[in-house]
């Protein structure tokens, strides 16, 4: 089986309010990208990655007017897709949902949202709930929120084996709004301690899952990673080093995360690259991943990072490779495992 995640940026923009692909000369949020463009891209991408399922990350907006699943079905009958069925969780008011786009012959799978499991550390709410966490050490927990609430599913392989998943679109940690430099120091301090309370979150429901020997697939956009800004050291670890989970206890793993951790210096895996306009040259992160349990590790996983200069496949695409550039600003992630 082939299980993907992939942070597409602004995908909302690419449908019109009955929720139909607008391939058109008009703009989407992609820096000189036409909608048709970003579409066609996505389009040749989807088809490469052949995946069983896609965890979408920035899926189209769901409100009163337009829906996440019609928009990703519709979508996915223009290209005829083989990922043609879609879920989503708790819906958000950031007009980036979390959905799961997945071949339905391959896999059953439902939202399954859990309450009130007993992690090691005690109860864990509902994830469109309030979580109280001290923050910043004055032994008055603070009242934590997800804005965009984790998508849990329930999952049955066309082979029988049941499994779970989590998609995640953790908080940014970009000072938006920073007019000065003391303001983005004291916006990225602020951003960086919300990131990591909702990566405690998450990690107390991992550790629920793996106490119940639930076989668990952890993806999406982290938006953090070992050593990627200074503020870390403030913090002492990442988001992506809780989720996982300490070396003496139940790890998360994915390969990726892993060469980050341990190894410093060197060529970095990344998952995204970003234009700095003011100092006009890219950015290239690792904020997307896949991360296994410990039982599923055990089922001959393979990841791959469809980027476009790092995958010698999709260089030597030339059509795949000004796809990706196309389509996002984040590359997807794939994971072939035998289930």
């Known amino acids: 089986m082939r299980i993907a995640t992939y942070n597409i940026e602004w995908f909302t923009n690419l449908f019109d309010d009955d929720d139909r692909p607008l391939a058109d000369d ?7 990208v ?14 490469a990655l052949d995946a069983d399922a896609v965890m979408i990350v920035e899926a189209p907006d769901t409100n009163r007017s337009r829906s996440t699943v019609a928009a990703l079905e519709n979508f996915a009958a223009l290209y005829d897709l083989r990922t043609r069925r879609a879920l989503t969780g708790f819906t958000n008011d950031t007009q980036q ?14 939202h399954d949202p859990q309450s009130g499991l007993e992690a090691q550390r005690g109860w864990v709410p509902r994830f ?6 001290d923050l910043d050490v004055d032994s008055a927990p603070e009242t934590i929120r997800f804005s965009k609430p984790p998508l849990e599913i329930a999952a049955t392989s066309a082979a029988g084996v049941d499994f779970r998943m989590i998609g995640v679109h953790l908080k940014s940690k970009a000072p938006h709004g920073a007019r000065t430099r003391d303001e983005v120091i ?3 301090i602020a951003n960086r301690r919300k990131q990591l309370a909702q990566a405690v979150w998450l990690r107390r429901r991992i550790e629920a899952h793996l106490a119940a020997g639930d076989p ?8 953090d990673g070992p050593g ?14 809780i989720v996982m989970g300490e070396e003496d206890g139940p790890q998360l793993y994915d390969p990726h995360a892993r060469q980050a951790s341990t190894q410093k ?4 895996p990344a998952t995204s690259r970003f234009y700095i306009a003011e100092e006009k040259r890219y950015l290239s992160a690792l904020l997307d991943y896949i991360l296994v349990s410990p039982d599923l590790r055990a089922r001959n996983p393979r990841w791959r990072i469809w980027h476009p200069f790092d995958d010698p496949v999709c260089y030597g695409t030339p059509e795949l490779r000004q796809a990706l550039l196309t389509a996002s600003d984040h590359y997807p992630v794939t994971l072939d495992i035998d289930l």
């Open 265 to 268: 210096m060197g060529a970095q």
């Open 228 to 241: 990627l800004d200074e503020y870390e050291k403030l913090f002492g670890r990442s988001g992506v080093e």
């Open 26 to 32: 008009g703009w989407s949020a992609r820096r000189d």
């Open 128 to 133: 469109d709930g309030e979580f109280p966490l």
């Open 216 to 223: 668990l697939i952890v993806m999406g956009d982290l938006n």
């Open 186 to 188: 004291r916006i990225s």
């Open 97 to 110: 949902e979390l959905a799961l786009l997945f071949d339905p012959t391959a896999l059953t799978a439902r």
């Open 34 to 47: 036409t909608r048709a463009q970003q579409l066609e891209a996505l389009g040749i991408v989807f088809t």
